[in-house]
Structures are given as structure tokens and as C-alpha cells.
């Protein structure tokens, strides 16, 4: 296991302090006994994998439902007393149920797997004085890693060098843009990841520049070590219908097990020999059990799982698909998420004017257009307003070593940024890169914040100049207005300095741009390149922001309709979130992740629904939040694309990844994948996660009436001391093949009207209600008054076989028409849509059928125990079941005219 090195907190600690505690030398890095003797004591640079459960410990993970285990009992109880046909079948229902719903749920060691293989599988390092190329995992604390742009960081270190350098840690703090970095020391104890500048992190990626690196932790010492390990320690808990369903299953248990107790009780006081009271109890806990209800279960939800495929949301995880119907608020990351995670200029200033950019992304649609009456009154003199862009765009095309090439980046973002505002402007940075070749230049480097190109232009060299605009002022001494150049006053540079504060305010990252024109035969290409480093003119600024994506404000609104809270959740400062929410429609409040820290689980439980926007977090706030809201009763969704959002993605009731931008590890950690890797698709997902339950809930109460109902007739018959009307295969029959083709049909049923103008349904809301249980039981009742009915009128007329024969099936008639009750619970059953969902009839035909031929079929004969009907008693076993149906329009006719005249709605 990997030992982790105990220590101040690296960011605090001079270069040569860090390297005296390492044991290591700058100039020659570790020797070769050295790095042996490390791995020896830290181990490589590996993150650990959590072993596999077994395949068969995961299919026998099946066997443990109360359900099942109930059915075992009566297998075993039915092999006891010799009854082996019932025995057999009964078994072979449980299998063909475990079988059924055997796939994979657990993948912490894929998530873990995905992690490993995205560490670099090569680093350079200094050994022994010299440059060496060695598998990333051998490297050890005390290491000299030597880093340029395009490398992935394979080691956590303290800098050592660092030219020009930017990192790109958007995957692990969620920062939208590169961070610059330097060798500076930091004083401040609690700094989180983003800011300290001095550090570099496994995993992120170098965009510009060139480090060296002393490496202070590897493998599961690392920050993505420690992230590995909340992935493997994160528990999935039940999903609301899984605990629905668990309770469900223990109540009709222990209904069962009182009336099967009383039943076999009277049966004995009678004097009935024991082995046919033990059948009587069998065919009892069959006909309590909805055998059916765990394979329409999962079919329901497979066919709820193709449906949102089809929508472009790819779900892993069948039992989630509910959940999503359930969910309550959505935590999404902002980068790549609600934003394009594509720097765009949006806003700035130039010649005295400012103006607004259309067009999001790097797409070069769009346009330049100045703001009316927006002059910057200290600049009017000059006659600002100057809409002459070209000098304004030049820097921008040829300042910067990124490009944007159909829509897609090749470099750092924030120079795709500006290329594409120069094409928003009328130019071509490519034909004026050609026309103005690059002969010299000063790299950015966060020690003096700037970057400077030099280009031939005839008998001059034309310098342009990026950076940051207080930077650039204080090196410049004219600026340009459409009268030309002018000397930069003090007065000018307040007004210059105001419009950055302008654009600062609006959460935009600001740039400045600047130019000097130098004469050729002063310049010198291989001189001192910083002599030219002051009197530039200042140009103008541009403001620089990751845009929210343009579906995600209509999707947030839809959410809130639907009553589901959005919550932002990402690693910028707290100006920037704040802005961005703004936009998007999240005007809660802004907490910082530092806020986060000095706040208790429970006062966070208690504001979290007041608080739409969180700043500044790392990965363990990101899973505090997550902890929060569902200590505070919420069901909570979480969408991001970066590692850092892996944990938190696992904590959730429903991991949200995106398929487009997501890393490898989140994809893993997640149950739902968009493939479009847009936020509008979440809710499509979450209404069809409403459908499904609605669906579950009319073949529920489809099921649970035929178990009412049978368990009604058996129990009315043996205390009327008459036989048994069903045997334990007929039972199984009706709840697997009568009930499971119809109710796998309603899980087709499209979305009732107005799903998602309703609230979230609340954990607490039992499948089965009181006064939905009450319905159930008078449907149940008028089956068993039918049943015994027609099982009489058999046995006075004909055998008990036939009457045995006629029992059963006007049983299974029953659900015929039972199924249009569960379909419709409060309204008339023939409504608009009654014949529209044509695979309904389909089965019903097909049940009819089956029903047809275990009646009139030799062998299904000798299987069921049944034997031939005759025509009349088929057509007064369909006349009575219809009953149950006719009965229940009775009702909801009475109920509706009841409602009509207290002059409410139902």
C-alpha cells in the first residue's frame, strides 16, 4: 500500500526546503538505489482496484428478495408432503426470476480500472543527471519530472521551474480555463487545489510551457488517489422503488402467512389430514406471491431504458430508471454541462466605445456590435466610437500560437477565444499570419503576465501584445482612438481602468491588447526582446467567458415547472458562478467552497434548498452537497464530465456523466450517460422515468388485485368447507402467463397528460395507499364472490374436475377485464385512448389464446388438471368476470357526480 510522506503543506514550502525533505537534487535528481529503495517503501505508482465480486456471488445476491425466499419455502414445503410437480414449477419460477434479473451492478473496480489507465504511461524524470523515459508507474517521491506542453501530469510535486507554464485542470477542480503556474511561494495554510499555483496535480494536463517537477506523492497518495478512494468507499443505496417494492413484498408476506396460519389451523381442528391442509397452505403462499412482478418489473424498466436511449440518455443501471422519475433536485457541474466549455467574447471595449459579441463557442457565427450612447465620457475628446476594428483584431489573430479549424480548438482555449472574435470581425487569421510572419516573440509567462509577437511589415516590425489589462496599461503610454494615436493620460487610463471593472463585474475574464511598431533596422530578432516591453499603445479589451449552453436556461425552467431544483456546483470563483447562474436563471444564494468548510452537515441540510449555486468546490465538497441534500429528503441527481465529479456522481441517487466531454472514470461512476452531453436530455429522462412508474403502479395494482382476489377465493372456500377452487400450478399460471403478457403491455402506455406539470413524488408515498389498497380489495372481492359463484354452479352441475376447470377460468376472465381498472384508476376506462395502445390487445388476445388451449389441450390437460368446457359456460364465465369491470365504471360514475355537486375536482 502506498505510504503517504507526512509533512507541511507543499504549497507553503520553498523549492529547496521541499528538495532537502525528498532526499533529491535538482540538478540530478534521484539515483538509482534510491528510486529503488522508494518503491520499495511507497510503492508504485499505481491506484489501487477494489477486487471483483464474484459472478455467482452476484447471481446468488438474487436469491436473497423476501419475495423468493417465501417461494422457496413452499417449494420446499410442497416437496415435503410429495406434491413434486408443484415443487418443480415453483423452482423454475424462481430461477427463471433470479435469472431474469441477474446484471451487473456493482463497477467501483471498473470506475477504479478507468482511473488507472488514464495515468500518463510514460514520464520524463532527471536520474542520476541525465534525462531518462521511464513507465510512469515507477516513479517515487523525490523525482525530477520534466513536463512540457501536451503531457499529462503523472505525479502530484511542488514546482521546481516553470516557463510560461499553464495546466489545464478542469478535470480535477473544474476550472474552465488553463491556470497559470509559477514556482511562488504561498503563505496561506488552506488553500484549495485551484489556487495553488506552485503545484501540479496527477492527471491535469500541460497547455502551455515548460516545468520541472519534484514529485511529493504518487499513487493513492495523490489528490486522484484520494479520489479512487471515495469512488471505492461510496455505498449505492436502494433506489426508492426498490424500497417500495422490498416493503411491499414483506407486507403481502406476512398478510400470507397469517391467513395461510389460520387457514391450516381450521384445517386440522376439522380433522383434515395434515399433508392436504399443507397443500391447501402452498397453493395459499402461491396465490399471495405476485411471482410475475419481479420479471414485469424489469422488463417495464428495460423498455423505460430503450426509450430514453432513443432520446440520446443512456441508462446503466435498469432499477434507476425510476428513480429519475422521482428525482427532486439536480446538482450539475457548470463546465462542459450548463456551459459549452468553450471560451467565447462576449463583451468590450475599443476607441472610447464598447460592444457586445454575438455567437457562442468557436463557431464564427455572429457579429461585433457597439452599444448606443455607451462613450467612456473621459475618452469622448478624442472622438471615440472608432468601428475601424482591424487594429483592434490584429493581436488577436497573431498573438497566440492556438487556431480554431472547423469549430474545433487546436491549442488554449482562451486564444481560440480571441481568433474567432478577429473572425467575428472581418478578418482571417490565417491569410494574416501568412501575410505577417512571425520573426520573434516574448512567451506568456505568469511572472509578467503578457505574450509578445514581433512581425515583419515592410521597413518595421509590428509588435502585438495579450495580457492582462493592469499590465499592459502600466506598459503602455498611448492609446488608439479613431483619430489615431494619443498620448495615455491619467484621466484616460481611470476611464481604461473603469471599462475593465465594467467587464470584471459581469464574472468576464478580461484581456488587453496593445501593439508598438518598431523600426527594422532597430530590431533585432536574437536581442534582448524585453527592451521593447514599454511604450505600447494601448488598443482595447475583450471580456472572455465559458457561455452557458443555449437549451440549458429552457431546461432549467422546465425543471422547476416540473418541481425539481437545479443546483450549479462548480470551481469557479464565486463572481464568475454567480454570474453564470444568474444567466441561466439560478438566482438563490452563492456559497464558496471556504464557506462550505466552516459549515456543519446539519446547517447545510437546513439552507441547501435556498442555495442555487456553489463556488469554488473540490471533490469532497461536491460529495458533502450531495450528502446534504438527501439528509435533507431529497432525491438527488448529479450531472458533470470531469474526475472530479466521479465521487459525488457514485454518492447520488442518479449519476449524470456526459458523453461527449466525460472522462472515462465518470462515465464509470455514473448511472446515466447523455450522449449529446446536453442537460436539456435530463429532462426527457426524468419524464420518462415518471412513465415508467406510473406504469409500474397500474401493473401493480393489475397484480396485487388477482393475489387479493385468490387469496379471497381460497380462503372463502376452505372456511365455507368447500375444496380448494385452484391448484398451486394454476395459481402460478395466472400470476406469470394471464397476468405477465397484459401487464408487460402496460408498461407501453404512453405519458398521461400533465406528468411533468406535477411535483416529485415524495419518498414517503407507498405504492399502496390506503385508499388505493381499498380499491384492490373490492376488486379482489367481486372476483372471489365470481370465482366461488361459477365454482359451484360446476360442481352442481358437472364433476369437480369441470367445475375445478371453470373456477380457473373464470378467474383468468377476470383479469381480462381487470386490466382496463388498472389502467384507468380514476377515470372511465373507455376514454379517447382506449383502443390506442394496441400491443395491450395484442396480449390480451394472446392470454385468451394460452387460457384456450391449457382448457382444451391434451397435455396442457394433464399439466393444469383441467378438461373440456362447454360453449355456454365459456360465455357465463366472460358474463361474471366482466363484472368486476362494469362495477368499477359503477363507481368512478358515482364518484365523479359526487365531486360535480360538492363542486370539486377529483
Not at 463557442?361 to 482591424?390: E, K, M, Q, W
Not at 503610454?477 to 481604461?496: D, H, K
Not at 429552457?554 to 454567480?578: N, P
Not at 369437480?800 to 373464470?810: E, K, R, V
Amino acid at each position: 500500500m502506498t505510504r503517504k510522506i507526512e509533512t507541511a503543506a507543499w504549497h507553503r514550502l520553498n523549492a529547496l526546503r521541499a528538495l532537502e525533505i525528498l532526499g533529491s537534487d535538482a540538478s540530478r535528481g534521484l539515483g538509482t538505489q534510491a528510486v529503488a529503495e522508494r518503491l520499495d517503501k511507497y510503492g508504485e505508482n499505481r491506484l489501487l482496484e477494489a477486487q471483483p465480486r464474484p459472478l455467482w456471488l452476484k447471481y446468488l445476491d438474487q436469491f436473497k428478495d423476501f419475495l423468493v425466499i417465501v417461494l422457496l419455502f413452499a417449494a420446499v414445503l410442497a416437496w415435503a408432503i410429495g406434491d413434486l410437480k408443484d415443487a418443480i414449477v415453483i423452482l423454475l419460477v424462481v430461477l427463471f426470476n433470479a435469472t431474469l434479473g441477474f446484471y451487473q451492478e456493482h463497477r467501483a473496480e471498473k470506475t477504479l480500472a478507468a482511473l488507472k489507465n488514464m495515468l500518463a504511461p510514460a514520464a520524463r524524470v532527471r536520474r542520476d543527471g541525465r534525462p531518462l523515459k521511464v513507465d510512469a508507474a515507477q516513479l517515487v517521491p523525490g523525482d525530477i519530472v520534466l513536463l512540457e506542453a501536451g503531457d499529462r501530469v503523472p505525479a502530484d510535486g511542488r514546482l521546481l521551474a516553470a516557463h510560461a507554464l499553464e495546466i489545464d485542470e478542469a478535470a480535477l477542480t473544474g476550472e474552465s480555463h488553463a491556470v497559470g503556474k509559477s514556482t511562488a511561494l504561498l503563505e496561506e495554510a488552506d488553500l484549495p487545489l485551484g489556487d495553488r499555483i506552485n503545484c501540479l496535480y496527477m492527471n491535469t494536463v500541460v497547455t502551455r510551457g515548460r516545468a520541472e517537477l519534484l514529485v511529493t506523492a504518487t499513487g493513492m497518495a495523490t489528490e486522484m488517489g484520494k479520489l479512487a478512494g471515495m469512488i471505492a468507499h461510496t455505498e449505492e443505496a436502494q433506489t426508492p422503488l426498490q424500497k417500495q417494492l422490498d416493503t411491499l413484498g414483506k407486507k403481502l408476506a406476512a398478510i400470507a402467512g397469517v391467513v395461510i396460519t389460520v387457514i391450516f389451523a381450521l384445517n386440522f381442528a376439522r380433522g383434515e389430514p395434515w399433508v392436504d391442509a399443507a397443500l391447501t397452505a402452498v397453493a395459499l403462499t402461491v396465490a399471495a406471491i405476485p411471482e410475475g412482478l419481479p420479471a414485469v418489473v424489469t422488463v417495464t424498466l428495460a423498455i423505460g431504458m430503450w426509450r430514453m436511449a432513443n432520446n440520446r440518455a443512456i441508462l446503466k443501471k435498469l432499477s434507476a430508471v425510476e428513480t429519475l422519475g422521482s428525482t427532486t433536485v439536480i446538482c450539475s457541474d457548470k463546465t462542459g454541462t450548463l456551459t459549452l466549455n468553450q471560451m467565447t467574447a462576449r463583451a468590450g471595449w475599443f476607441a472610447g466605445q464598447r460592444f457586445t459579441v454575438s455567437g457562442e463557442g468557436y463557431a464564427a457565427g455572429g457579429a461585433i456590435s457597439f452599444v448606443a450612447d455607451t462613450l467612456t465620457p473621459s475618452l469622448t475628446s478624442h472622438g471615440g466610437g472608432n468601428r475601424a476594428l482591424r487594429p483592434f483584431l490584429l493581436p488577436m489573430a497573431l498573438c497566440g500560437d492556438s487556431r480554431v479549424q472547423e469549430g474545433m480548438l487546436v491549442g488554449d482555449p482562451t486564444e481560440g477565444a480571441l481568433w474567432v472574435l478577429a473572425q467575428k470581425g472581418g478578418l482571417d487569421p490565417e491569410y494574416e499570419q501568412s501575410e505577417q510572419p512571425r520573426i520573434a516573440e516574448i512567451p506568456f509567462d505568469s511572472e509578467h503576465k503578457f505574450m509578445v509577437t514581433f512581425h515583419h511589415a515592410g521597413d518595421t516590425v509590428e509588435m502585438f501584445v495579450k495580457g492582462a489589462p493592469d499590465v499592459l496599461l502600466a506598459r503602455a503610454s498611448l492609446y488608439l482612438t479613431n483619430e489615431g494615436e494619443v498620448t495615455l493620460g491619467e484621466t484616460v487610463r481611470a476611464g481604461i481602468e473603469a471599462e475593465n471593472e465594467h467587464l470584471a463585474t459581469q464574472a468576464l475574464r478580461v484581456l488587453a491588447v496593445a501593439r508598438r511598431v518598431i523600426a527594422a533596422r532597430d530590431f533585432d530578432p536574437a536581442g534582448d526582446l524585453m527592451q521593447w516591453a514599454s511604450g505600447w499603445t494601448f488598443l482595447g479589451l475583450a471580456g472572455l467567458m465559458d457561455p452557458p449552453r443555449p437549451e440549458a436556461k429552457q431546461a432549467i425552467s422546465l425543471c422547476k415547472r416540473a418541481g425539481i431544483e437545479v443546483k450549479m456546483i462548480t470551481g469557479d470563483h464565486k463572481l464568475t458562478a454567480a454570474a453564470i447562474g444568474s444567466e441561466l436563471g439560478l438566482t438563490g444564494e452563492v456559497v464558496s467552497g471556504a464557506e462550505l468548510d466552516v459549515m456543519s452537515e446539519e446547517e447545510l441540510a437546513r439552507r441547501i434548498d435556498h442555495i442555487d449555486v456553489f463556488a469554488r468546490v473540490s471533490p469532497e465538497h461536491k460529495v458533502k452537497i450531495v450528502h446534504a441534500l438527501k439528509a435533507d429528503g431529497h432525491i438527488a441527481a448529479m450531472t458533470g464530465d470531469g474526475v472530479n465529479d466521479a465521487p459525488a456522481l457514485k454518492a447520488a441517487d442518479i449519476g449524470v456523466a456526459m458523453g461527449i466531454t466525460g472522462t472515462a472514470v465518470t462515465k464509470e461512476a455514473a448511472t446515466l450517460v447523455l450522449t449529446d452531453d446536453n442537460f436539456a436530455t435530463i429532462v426527457r429522462a426524468v419524464e420518462e422515468g415518471r412513465v415508467v412508474y406510473d406504469n409500474i403502479v397500474k401493473f401493480v395494482r393489475f397484480q396485487l388485485s388477482t393475489n387479493i382476489g385468490a387469496i379471497l377465493t381460497v380462503l372463502t372456500a376452505t372456511l365455507a368447507g368447500m375444496p380448494t377452487p385452484f391448484t398451486a400450478i394454476q395459481l402460478l399460471w395466472i400470476n406469470i402467463i394471464m397476468d405477465g403478457p397484459p401487464a408487460m403491455a402496460l408498461g407501453l402506455e404512453p405519458a398521461r397528460p400533465g406528468i411533468m406539470r406535477a411535483k416529485p413524488r415524495s419518498q414517503s408515498v407507498q405504492i399502496l395507499n390506503l385508499r388505493r389498497l381499498a380499491r384492490l380489495a373490492l376488486y379482489g372481492a367481486t372476483m372471489m364472490v365470481g370465482t366461488i359463484f361459477m365454482f359451484q354452479h360446476g360442481l352442481q352441475e358437472h364433476s369437480h374436475a369441470y367445475a375445478l376447470t371453470l373456477a380457473f377460468t373464470t378467474f383468468v376472465l377476470f383479469q381480462f377485464f381487470n386490466v382496463f381498472n388498472a389502467r384507468s384508476e380514476h377515470g372511465s376506462a373507455f376514454n379517447a385512448h382506449f383502443l390506442h395502445n394496441g400491443k395491450l390487445w395484442l396480449a390480451l388476445a394472446f392470454v385468451l389464446a394460452l387460457q384456450f388451449i391449457a382448457v382444451h389441450w391434451g397435455p396442457a390437460q394433464e399439466i393444469f388438471g383441467t378438461i373440456d368446457l362447454e360453449t355456454d359456460d365459456w360465455l357465463k364465465a366472460a358474463a361474471v368476470a366482466s363484472s368486476v369491470l362494469l362495477l368499477d365504471e359503477a363507481r368512478k360514475f358515482m364518484t365523479k357526480l359526487l365531486h360535480v355537486a360538492r363542486g370539486t375536482t377529483q
